[in-house]
């Protein structure tokens, strides 16, 4: 079982700075604070995982930088969490309203399948762009993306909304690669100022970080809400023959109670959308610094092919294979809720301006958990809190089965506990997985968070992909997600067992 150690993983032999430049050893270690520490100026008990020597021969470098304080590094974070807050306040509500709005010849659902299908390529090569244009820049530029994508729907017309969403499946997952490494680069990098445990610090900073993140569909959907429920008339009636068609019997085509809000209301939300994610962007840009990131220093004409070898590498390494249900879950549940849950649960029985209401509960639930679960994983461990997130999550999925839409009921209600349910679960996939790889692959961070983005792409694609022919029950698709839930919890536990014999 020694294969399972990180360390073997394609450790860099040189530090490299966000624009891909080696270091000197001295100058790595002099004038970037994010240097892998020693174990020994860690605590007791501390892993020697996270020990590198990667300044030993190193390449010379003629970038200096100079080392982060303490505060730069929180202003950095707080600056990586408001630029994700912002454009995903836009896009995030936006994918949830695809199903309902876009709802012709299953336009919206189509485009959210581009964006996770091209996701999915992006993943691979994201080392590579990053390696080109650093971690700061491939997340600004990569949000930008974004707005194109918003900008369409003001014309949701198959020749508008497929090539952007192509253009921002493929910003992506160079996006969210870079998110992780810059996050846990900046978390090892404090740890070693403060004197500390790194995978303390990796859980603070992604609890902060999802916080904020989860926090966009409090503002997004609150606000569609406000705009769509302004002057709008009663949702028509739905008998019990209309009803049963909603839920697990549901496909999105029938017994929709759907008040159209019109363009000029759809219009005004789509402008502030458009604002937030130009904002998103511009805070990405002239807020966050440039750092030092460690990964693998290859020749150039080399460079492509050896990073979408080191990503395929990864996929066959027992820590990663054995995760891998477990990130296309993360991907599969999100897009269940996104498309199906609003579609199919809450537009079909209680209306398309209530969605945003319900997603709003989700957001809040989503948010604060992932703060609490960053702080309290230290004291309770990894392992209880992926217990919970997969326990609650198993009973959300029993409930929706066995939930029937009745007439004359208000049952509206049940709809926001299930909402409840969902987002702490959904809470502890996007924490712990963030946190599981920071600490297993410090040293092939960009590579390991392409895996992660690669295979939950797969989910959302998959989701998404069944669903544009609007004719799978969600019931089938529900009964994938308990399937898939069981196997990836069972793959996780075996894969703490074997953490816990090699003693990391």
Not at 2 to 27: F, H, K, V, Y
Not at 181 to 197: E, F, K, M, Q
Not at 397 to 420: C, D, P, S, T
């Amino acid at each position: 079982m020694a294969d399972l150690q990180p360390s073997g993983n394609g450790i860099a032999e040189a530090p490299a700075d966000d624009d891909g430049n080696g270091a000197t050893a001295a100058d790595a270690k002099e004038s970037s604070p994010l240097i892998l520490p020693s174990s020994t100026s860690k605590p007791s008990g501390y892993s020697t995982n996270y020990t590198s020597s990667t300044t030993a021969n190193a390449p010379s470098s003629r970038n200096s930088f100079r080392p982060l304080s303490k505060n730069r590094h929180w202003k950095n974070l707080f600056g990586l969490a408001t630029a994700f807050m912002f454009t995903f306040t836009a896009y995030g509500s936006l994918q949830n309203l695809q199903s309902s709005l876009n709802y012709d010849h299953g336009l919206g659902l189509a485009s959210l399948s581009v964006i996770y299908g091209c996701l999915t390529v992006s993943c691979l090569i994201a080392p590579v762009i990053i390696r080109c244009i650093g971690t700061k820049w491939t997340i600004a530029v990569s949000l930008a993306c974004y707005m194109f994508y918003t900008a369409a729907n003001f014309y949701p017309e198959f020749y508008t909304l497929i090539p952007t969403a192509a253009l921002l499946g493929f910003a992506a997952g160079p996006l969210w690669a870079a998110q992780g490494t810059y996050l846990t680069t900046l978390a090892i990098s404090l740890a070693d100022v403060v004197n500390d445990v790194p995978e303390t610090v990796i859980n603070q900073f992604n609890g902060i970080f999802f916080l904020f993140f989860q926090s966009n569909q409090i503002w997004g959907n609150l606000l569609s809400s406000v705009i769509f429920s302004v002057n709008t008339t009663r949702e028509r009636y739905l008998n019990q023959t209309d009803l049963w068609k909603c839920g697990v019997n549901g496909t999105g085509t029938e017994g929709m109670n759907y008040d159209d809000p019109g363009d000029k209301k759809t219009n005004l939300l789509l402008t502030f959308y458009l604002f937030f994610g130009l904002l998103g962007a511009a805070i990405a840009a002239v807020f966050m610094d440039r750092i030092r990131s460690n990964f693998v220093r290859l020749p150039e004409t080399k460079y492509l092919a050896n990073h979408l070898l080191e990503v395929v590498r990864l996929m066959k390494t027992p820590y990663i294979s054995f995760l891998i249900p477990l990130m296309i879950y993360s991907g599969f549940e999100q897009a269940y809720m996104a498309g199906d849950f609003t579609k199919s649960f809450v537009s079909c029985t209680i209306g398309i301006r209530r969605v945003g209401y319900v997603m709003i509960v989700y957001g809040v639930t989503d948010a604060i958990s992932s703060f609490v679960i960053g702080r309290v994983e230290v004291h309770i461990g990894r392992k209880l809190i992926f217990t919970a997130g997969g326990f609650v999550n198993l009973l959300v999925i029993l409930w929706m089965l066995l939930w029937r839409a009745k007439e004359g009921v208000n049952q509206g209600y049940q709809l926001y506990l299930m909402a409840v349910g969902w987002g702490f679960a959904d809470a502890v996939w996007q924490t712990q997985i963030s946190s599981i790889l920071g600490v297993l692959m410090p040293q092939s961070q960009e590579a390991a968070f392409a895996n992660f983005r690669f295979w939950q792409a797969i989910g959302f694609l998959v989701s998404f992909g069944v669903s544009v022919s609007n004719s799978v029950l969600v019931l089938y698709k529900l009964f994938a997600l308990l399937g898939l839930l069981v196997i990836s919890m069972i793959l996780y536990y075996i894969v703490e067992c074997v953490i816990r014999r090699e003693g990391m």
